[in-house]
């Protein structure tokens, strides 16, 4: 809970969290730990027609530039390609160079912009299995 408020500052309780998953399917929560700390996260669901939704993600500011971005990925795409997913689909705002650049590293076509309800510009993104 604690390193998702301090990466994307939404202020989401952890029951609203809970519900938000109670209705997905297929939820897939990966977590990095060094020392017993949870420094790492990458969450993703199912988001129909045999692709997949990495939806949110991210690394203590202590804990980046080691890997574990790169590591969780990794493991969220062999799950989903065991699955049998077809594609992964994922968002970031323009302004996420690393997060975009990760994902480019690793097989990601950008396919689309938006503009959210805040005037941010998004990225979206897909990588097909």
């Known amino acids: 809970m604690q390193l998702n408020e301090v990466?994307?500052?939404f202020n989401?309780?952890?029951e609203k969290l809970a519900h938000f998953f109670s209705t997905r399917s297929q939820v897939l929560i990966c977590l990095a730990f060094m020392n017993g700390e949870l420094v790492g996260y990458k969450?993703?669901?199912e988001d129909?027609?045999?692709h997949f939704e990495s939806w949110r993600g991210g690394v203590a500011d202590h804990a980046r530039r080691i890997g574990i971005a790169q590591g969780?990925?990794?493991l969220q795409h062999e799950w989903c390609a065991e699955q049998g997913f077809r594609s992964i689909r994922t968002?970031?705002?323009n302004n996420n160079a690393p997060m975009l650049?990760?994902?480019l590293r690793n097989g990601f076509e950008v396919v689309g912009t938006e503009i959210t309800r805040n005037q941010q510009l998004k990225v979206l993104q897909e990588k097909w299995l």
Do not use: K, Y
């Open 7 to 9: 990466t994307f500052g």
């Open 12 to 14: 989401e309780t952890a």
């Open 43 to 45: 969450v993703g669901m």
């Open 48 to 50: 129909g027609d045999g």
């Open 72 to 74: 969780l990925m990794r």
């Open 91 to 93: 968002s970031t705002t």
């Open 101 to 103: 650049i990760l994902n």
